[in-house]
């Protein structure tokens, strides 16, 4: 009987002593603590990634990391951007990039493979990060709003400010190869591309000191957009900037003023060139649409009669809205989102 059982168990047996360990492999790979992304503003973002591989007692013995302008480039391991060479660490968080300066809008691709105490790896899977507008001066166009109350607001010590809607419309002149947003939408915004919501955000931006510093979000919308006429919108709601408690506790409350945008659309063509749309007086606005009233305080107020189907796509006709006012910006530092 024990001969019997001992010939059934050795074909597992021979199966478990022939499986080979997995290969050495390089997974969650980040960049200052995330995965792919949109905006930073670290002039010398850190990389961060884990060894992964079923051998006993493996550790990391050394690492190289490159960073290229293209995924052309990185595919041919060609880091134009950087090329740190191999370096003999076990550090596999926070490396600081140490390549060429990281300009505005700079569009990064990197990889990263690594040596062990039992071999090396092959490269990662590649991963992508973009710098934000890093300076005021990268910010084109001008904020827009309606600094206003309506005749279905209130404006007291409780007071009731319906969101403010904008939109335009516009029709690429070549080629796509890539589009990004850079927007500032106080107090908080929803962005629409084509009818489709942009990102996943909810209460965005993060409220601040808005005299002090102001938060953007970048997003690529290449996928969004389409050839013909597109139509961008954008709800503004009130957040902390026009508070709802006007002069309530004004010496603990700060309000600072009617909601109001800024965005920059930066369309890169195939051929390199470069298109901007950004915010000005040919934006449409209208302040009379579904949502009357939102704030933190008391929630949102929705009017389903007031809704505007298809606002944001293109040909929507927009003939009763008003032309989006310049406004005073707010003041603050721009400074990713994050």
């Known amino acids: 009987m024990k001969r019997y059982v001992l010939l059934l168990l050795l074909p597992f047996f021979l199966f478990a002593f022939d499986q080979k360990p997995t290969a050495l492999r390089v997974s969650d790979l980040r960049i200052e603590g995330r995965v792919n992304p949109e905006g930073i503003d670290a002039r010398q973002p850190r990389f961060n990634w884990q060894l992964t591989g079923e051998q006993r007692n493996l550790h990391q013995t050394a690492y190289q990391i490159l960073v290229a302008s293209s995924e052309e480039k990185l595919a041919a391991n060609e880091g134009d951007l950087w090329n740190s060479g191999k370096v003999n660490a076990d550090q596999s ?86 589009a990004k947003v850079y927007i500032i939408g106080l107090g908080l915004y929803e962005l629409y591309l084509n009818g489709q919501k942009v990102g996943d955000q909810v209460l965005a931006p993060a409220p601040t000191d808005y005299t002090q510093g102001v938060k953007y979000n970048t997003f690529d919308v290449t996928a969004l957009l389409k050839s013909g006429k597109n139509a961008i919108g954008t709800i503004l709601g009130n957040g902390r900037y026009y508070t709802m408690r006007q002069a309530y506790k004004p010496y603990k409350i700060k309000t600072f003023g009617y909601p109001k945008l800024l965005l920059n659309l930066v369309l890169t063509y195939a051929d390199g060139s470069t298109e901007w749309i950004t915010t000005d007086d040919s934006w449409r606005a209208t302040a009379d649409g579904p949502i009357r009233t939102n704030n933190e305080y008391d929630g949102e107020e929705y009017d389903a009669t007031k809704e505007l189907p298809g606002w944001s796509t293109a040909g929507f006709n927009d003939q009763k809205w008003l032309k989006a006012e310049f406004v005073q910006e707010p003041g603050g530092a721009t400074k990713p989102d994050e």
Do not use: C, M
């Open 93 to 178: 968080i926070q490396n600081p990039y140490q390549g060429k300066t990281l300009k505005s809008r700079t569009e990064a691709f990197w990889k990263v493979k690594i040596w062990t105490n039992q071999g090396e790896s092959d490269w990662s899977t590649p991963q992508h990060f973009s710098v934000g507008q890093l300076y005021a001066v990268d910010w084109k166009g001008r904020w827009i709003g309606l600094d206003r109350a309506f005749p279905w607001d209130t404006e007291t010590q409780f007071s009731r400010l319906s969101a403010r809607y904008f939109r335009k419309e516009f029709t690429p002149k070549k080629e796509i190869k890539r």
